[in-house]
């Protein structure tokens, strides 16, 4: 079957060439194409081949200059594998094994829990390639025993092979994270921050620890094994606590040094400045607080307040931890929160480090900057 070809605005022509994996309907001229149906895209000298959406803002995911078939969907399918393979060893069986547009499949997140690998969509025009990218999966050296998918309402359904347990242990740089791969946050845990945690680890050597939305402790356990004096992780759900605690219990550590708590991370701040409560390390990373543009600036605002509170429950000299997931927010524009922040609670603070996301999660476009993590002194 003939793929059709659109005709875009000439302008565009950099900005494809250069990897942008986006055209927007704005961009297109009149059309009668369809969901899922793949067309050739020409701007200027550029011509690339995507996937039309109609009911996503993004009007077509564009996959390469190669006309699209099961063989090229295989090949990057396996060409990601590979990073992966050469970046992790046995001590480490949960990661991201294709990271959308960043590993050019654009839509598509797939990501390993030990022998299981969790795919999710972001487009209904994706449905197109799924199966070929199980069916490579499948076929892939990694030993898998089920590929799964979770639905909006994360609802598990097996595309390939089995469904995992209720809980799987996995191993992330030796460290032991229960799992839960039905009703987990992302597809169970939060993978992109693996570099970061370790980063904290060799730097929480006898520290008073402060894990904000701490979820199931990933940072409370490598603090704790880089030695920290005791470790308070706050998250709102109760659950997470709950398994933030059998965490520490299955890495053998002491869980009498280190507490857990079910609040509301904001209210808890507030109590703590109000009781003059401080920490030498304070890590901070709220989810996202903003789904589109329209609220990038309510997200600044928060973000703002949330740290002001956070290094105000950090003692003089202390270090702050502070991240944002929201890609509304540039890594400029978040190093100018903190600056007014500190000008706000009267302090003044040092940048010290900035990091992203884990190799595993890849950079080709602006856009997939997401993570922001800066290490700061507070003064």
């Known amino acids: 079957m003939a793929i059709p070809t659109i005709q875009i605005n000439p302008q565009l022509e950099q900005s494809i060439l250069g990897g942008h994996p986006w055209v927007y309907h704005n961009h297109l001229p009149r059309h009668d194409l369809e969901t899922g149906e793949w067309v050739k895209v020409q701007s200027g000298k550029a011509i690339m081949y995507g996937l039309y959406d109609d009911r996503s803002t993004i009007a077509i995911r564009l996959f390469g200059r190669e006309e699209p078939n099961a063989a090229s969907i295989a090949q990057k399918v396996y060409a990601a594998l590979e990073w992966r393979s050469e970046i992790f060893s046995a001590n480490t069986n949960a990661y991201r094994l294709i990271s959308g547009e960043n590993d050019f499949l654009p839509g598509i997140t797939v990501d390993r829990y030990e022998r299981y690998a969790v795919l999710q969509t972001y487009a209904d025009c994706l449905e197109t390639i799924v199966p070929d990218v199980v069916k490579a999966l499948s076929k892939s050296a990694l030993g898998l025993k089920g590929i799964l998918r979770r639905d909006e309402d994360k609802q598990l359904e097996a595309l390939w092979g089995q469904l995992p347990p ?120 709220p989810p996202s607080l903003a789904k589109s543009k329209d609220n990038r600036y309510a997200a600044a605002r928060a973000y703002k307040k949330l740290n002001a509170l956070a290094m105000r429950c950090t003692r003089a000299g202390g270090l702050l931890a502070t991240a944002s997931c929201t890609s509304q927010i540039s890594p400029e524009v978040f190093k100018d929160i903190l600056l007014e922040a500190a000008a706000d609670c009267k302090r003044r603070v040092q940048i010290v480090q900035e990091n992203g996301q884990a190799m595993d999660h890849p950079v080709t476009f602006f856009e997939g900057r997401y993570l922001k993590f800066v290490l700061a002194r507070v003064h």
Do not use: W
């Not at 606590?241 to 857990?260: C, Q, V």
């Open 166 to 285: 209720p809980e799987l242990t996995i191993l992330e740089n030796d460290l032991k994270i229960i799992a839960n791969l039905y009703d987990g946050q992302k597809t169970g845990l939060f993978l992109d921050h693996r570099d970061n945690r370790a980063y904290l680890e060799k730097l929480s050597k006898d520290k008073t620890v402060l894990n904000l939305f701490a979820y199931t402790g990933a940072f409370s356990l490598y603090a704790a094994r880089g030695g920290a004096s005791h470790v308070t992780s706050v998250d709102i759900a109760a659950a997470a606590m709950r398994d933030a605690a059998r965490n520490f219990d299955l890495n053998g550590f002491a869980s009498d040094n280190h507490e857990f708590i079910a609040a509301d991370c904001f209210k808890l701040l507030e109590q703590y400045v109000q009781e003059g409560r401080q920490f030498d390390l304070v890590i901070l990373d």
